[in-house]
């Protein structure tokens, strides 16, 4: 089939989001069989119309018999026959004195029916209906349906109707004695099927008939779902024995054939306005009807057998059900249903469970996940609600048996074993094209890490909120967030990125209800998550990307938020934030302390392995960004020779850009040694222009001249700082300390401290790269640092940048990948602002002035945010631990070589 989106491109998206767009091309019995011959025991039944499975011969012998008959098909506004022996049937079988048959062709339909025939008998316009209802989308039908989702884009509901909850007789009865008067009728299911198969209190539909009666309002009763045999009764509402003034019934009526529909009214409703006023061009049709007849016959025979072995084959399903909700509890919230009318309701995930199946949960897509495991892994179909998106449909043809009953719970109790023990990975298997059915369930309940928040006096509640944005710079993230996943290879989980991508919304994963500052401030914060990997970021069309990005801000906006920061490439894909500024929300995408941290952590790598600073070279990996280039200017405060490494596939913009951040660190130098410094780089300018200025002679002063003049930015037809201090270092026999490249492996190779930096998606930093007892730290995200390097290398320090230790031990769930009490930098930048209570933003584009970078450091000061303890492979690693790679690197422990080098 070559375009079977022409049909409906924004379904076919779900369908195939989740793997439901199989395509059908044979139907016999209880089964579908694909175009590949597959075949699928069907547990959806077309939401009920399809009563008897798939080519039923009974139905066909109908049509044939139609055919011989020579009867023809359309004859308004003559008399029909079959109409008239169909709406004679369904007047001996119905409950109450229902005799007036109007023909439709679909529920809809019928339910426009109904509100007409209200409000033409009553005289009056408001049409009643209940909260999580569905009763069809026409317009009429629309409004009186109880979910906004289905109405805000269609303008609906229109004026006229009203709803109360359902199950509530009192409140129905308020909204009676308030507006009797003006109400036309009471619409509502037996069961509500789209909202998820919720049943009523007993004596619901009975009360609500009487209330009806006692105000003079039209009772109608929406069966197009529950009737004919579906609840195990031939109507529903004969369980309790009700009789309505009007009974609307399609789906099963069509036989799984044609569609057929009926309004079914009592002689106290039906009126001359509206059978003068009402009809239909399709209505009462002879072929139609014939079917309905059959389908009739077909539920009646051997004394309503069908029927009643639809309710014993439901208590048997639901009890079949139960009892895997008791062996895996926590899984399924409840079992409810009548006769073959059964729903699943799935319970929610706490708080500190995989981001993965919260985020999932949040976009409503967790049952579709589910629906497409069943339909590729077991060969099951079945099918999610859109009112009740928690809630998975059991509704298989009458003619179900047990076995294929026992071969769905089957398939469901893996399923709820694999949710319990959550190994997530089975889930997601089939999404990249594994239809494997799961075998061993791992345990990784262990794994499972709550929410952790600051406690809260009585009473007490934050007015001061965050939002931080997040998504999977890196496989290893995704590991964090989801521990089964280590089961899937890279190249999976790049599949797995690739697929949350497809239809892209945010969605909020995590709320932390309180952390407290060492102040005693309080902040309230959530997680926000775009489904984007690393690669997606810098592959996808940056519009699309910036308008998620956009979306998940003016989500947090929504929640209360007054800052909103953005982690990983949700900073780099939006021009450093500029692309989300003005929209009522300080924006900071961390990168200020983050970069403050980052070089703390670094120094602190470099006491502990015994580096001498004066001595040492420094390199800055992706020292064009807006980190590394600020990292780059606060190294050079401390170290002398720095290599500023750049990206060789933008080689012209990128080395420009390196040059831009030599004179800048340069510039910042030179104002430290102006200020008396005597340290870094800005002792060596202090000790090379002080013996320029000795040398008294006239080029000496001219190239002094010309180096001063250098530092004004921007003065057209001037040296540049580096290119001036070139000079000048040639003059003194000096070489510039620093070193601009665009080769990796030349820029580490001498280097003793290392900060990678850079928005790559991939691996920079090898093995071969790295000089023994060298430091790194890395706090790109994903990380620069190739894996083969801590498995190779156990001569060299490679820490995680960006860490900070909190002032109280809360955790985000599985908490970025950090323990509890410690965060990513970028989101505690996020959280000391909303603290400090500055709505400001900070930290846009790539310049970030140093000025900030202090402010954010004295605010950590302030409110307990510093450097947590130094951490490798995500955990701390310990003074011996450092030990070891210092003796690995050097030959021998650090005392000896402190000795020796005194």
């Known amino acids: 089939m070559s375009r079977p989106e022409i049909l409906n491109p924004t379904l076919h998206r779900i369908l195939d989001t989740f793997r439901l767009n199989k395509v059908y091309v044979r139907g016999a019995g209880n089964y579908l069989y694909d175009d590949e011959g597959r075949s699928y025991l069907d547990f959806i039944a077309q939401y009920g119309a399809v009563p008897f499975g798939y080519n039923p011969d009974f139905i066909w012998k109908a049509v044939e018999d139609f055919h011989r008959s020579g009867l023809p098909t359309l004859v308004q506004p003559s008399v029909p026959p079959k109409a008239v022996e169909l709406a004679e049937r369904l007047a001996d079988l119905t409950p109450g004195d229902l005799q007036y048959a109007t023909f439709i062709q679909s529920g809809t339909e019928a339910v426009e029916a109904a509100i007409k025939l209200a409000r033409s008998a009553t005289g009056k316009s408001i049409i009643v209906s209940t909260d999580n209802s569905f009763h069809g989308k026409t317009l009429g039908s629309l409004s009186a349906t109880g979910r906004r989702v289905y109405q805000t884009p269609f303008r609906a509901p229109v004026p006229g109707f009203k709803r109360v909850p359902y199950g509530d007789l009192t409140a129905l009865e308020h909204l009676l004695q308030a507006q009797g008067d003006d109400i036309a009728g009471f619409i509502v299911e037996p069961i509500q099927g789209e909202g998820g198969i919720i049943v009523p209190p007993p004596g619901y539909l009975g009360g609500a008939r009487e209330l009806c009666r006692e105000y003079g309002v039209v009772f109608i009763l929406d069966e197009v779902q529950t009737g004919l045999g579906r609840t195990g009764y031939l109507f529903a509402c004969q369980k309790e024995q009700v009789e309505p003034d009007v009974l609307l019934l399609s789906k099963a009526l069509g036989g799984g054939l044609v569609p057929l529909g009926v309004c079914l009214a009592t002689p106290r409703v039906w009126n001359e306005d509206y059978g003068r006023l009402h009809s239909s061009t399709f209505a009462n049709n002879n072929f139609t009807c014939a079917i309905g007849l059959a389908v009739l016959e077909k539920l009646q025979e051997n004394g309503g057998e069908l029927v009643n072995q639809a309710r014993a084959k439901g208590c048997y399903l639901v009890e079949k059900a139960r009892l895997v909700q008791q062996k895996w509890p926590g899984v399924i919230k409840e079992v409810r249903g009548e006769g073959l009318m059964v729903g699943l309701e799935m319970e929610g995930f706490p708080s500190g469970d995989s981001f993965d199946m919260i985020f999932l949960t949040e976009r409503g897509g967790f049952c579709a996940l589910l629906s497409g495991l069943l339909l590729n892994v077991f060969g099951i179909r079945c099918a999610p609600f859109l009112n009740n998106t928690m809630t998975i449909r059991l509704e298989p043809p009458l003619t179900i048996e047990y076995h294929e009953i026992d071969r769905v719970i089957e398939a469901l109790d893996k399923i709820c074993e694999i949710i319990y023990r959550k190994d997530y990975a089975w889930l997601f298997r089939y999404i990249i094209g594994d239809n494997t059915k799961p075998g061993r369930v791992a345990d990784y309940r262990h794994t499972l890490r709550p929410v952790k928040s600051s406690k809260l006096k009585a009473g007490e509640k934050p007015t001061k909120k965050f939002a931080f944005l997040v998504h999977y710079p890196g496989i290893g993230d995704m590991i964090d ?422």
């Not at 239809?503 to 500052?517: F, K, L, T, W």
């Not at 510039?667 to 430290?672: P, W």
């Open 481 to 902: 967030a989801t521990p089964s996943l280590e089961q899937m290879s890279g190249r999976e989980l790049e599949q797995l990125l690739d697929w949350q991508a497809i239809d892209p919304e945010p969605g909020v994963i995590c709320h932390m209800p309180a952390i407290r500052s060492r102040t005693g401030e309080v902040a309230e914060g959530w997680l926000i998550a775009v489904p984007f990997g690393a690669r997606q970021m810098m592959t996808l069309p940056r519009q699309e990307l910036v308008e998620v990005i956009q979306q998940a801000v003016d989500m947090g906006s929504d929640m209360g938020a007054q800052v909103v920061g953005r982690g990983a490439y949700t900073s780099v894909v939006t021009r450093g934030g500029r692309d989300v500024q003005g929209r009522g929300v300080a924006i900071t995408s961390g990168n200020s302390f983050t970069v403050a941290m980052a070089v703390e952590a670094a120094f602190c790598g470099a006491e502990k392995m015994f580096i001498d600073l004066n001595r040492a070279r420094g390199a800055v990996v992706g020292a064009t960004g807006s980190i590394g280039r600020v990292c780059a200017i606060l190294l050079a405060e401390r170290l002398t020779h720095i290599s500023l490494i750049g990206n060789p596939s933008r080689k012209k913009s990128s080395t420009r850009r390196l040059f831009t951040v030599a004179d800048e660190m340069i510039r910042h130098a030179v104002s430290l040694m102006n200020e008396g410094r005597r340290e870094g780089l800005a002792g060596w300018l202090s000790r090379v222009l002080g013996t320029l200025e000795a040398a008294s002679t006239g080029e000496a002063r001219e190239l002094l001249d010309r180096f001063r003049k250098s530092l004004a930015a921007g003065e057209p037809g001037l040296l540049r700082p580096l290119a001036a201090l070139e000079e000048v270092a040639g003059y003194v026999n000096e070489t510039v300390p620093i070193t601009i490249t665009l080769d990796m492996e030349k820029g580490l190779a001498s280097a003793d401290l290392v900060i990678a930096a850079s928005n790559s998606p991939g691996y920079l930093i090898g093995p071969d790269y790295l000089k023994p007892g060298a430091v790194v730290c890395d706090v790109a995200r994903p990380p620069d640092v190739s894996p083969a390097v801590y498995q190779q290398r156990k001569d060299v320090l490679v820490l995680e940048g960006g860490l900070v230790q909190l002032p109280d031990e809360i955790a985000f769930g599985s908490n970025l990948g950090c323990r509890e009490g410690v965060s990513l930098a970028c989101l505690s930048e996020t959280m000391l602002l909303a603290l400090e209570g500055d709505h400001c933003d900070y930290s846009i584009g790539s310049r970030i002035p140093l000025e900030t970078i202090e402010y954010l450091r004295r605010l950590g000061q302030k409110h307990g945010f510093g450097l947590a303890a130094l951490h490798s492979q995500g955990r701390e690693i310990t003074d011996d631990e450092i030990t070891a790679i210092y003796e690995q690197a050097h030959g021998c422990k650090p005392q000896a070589v402190s000795a020796r080098s005194k």
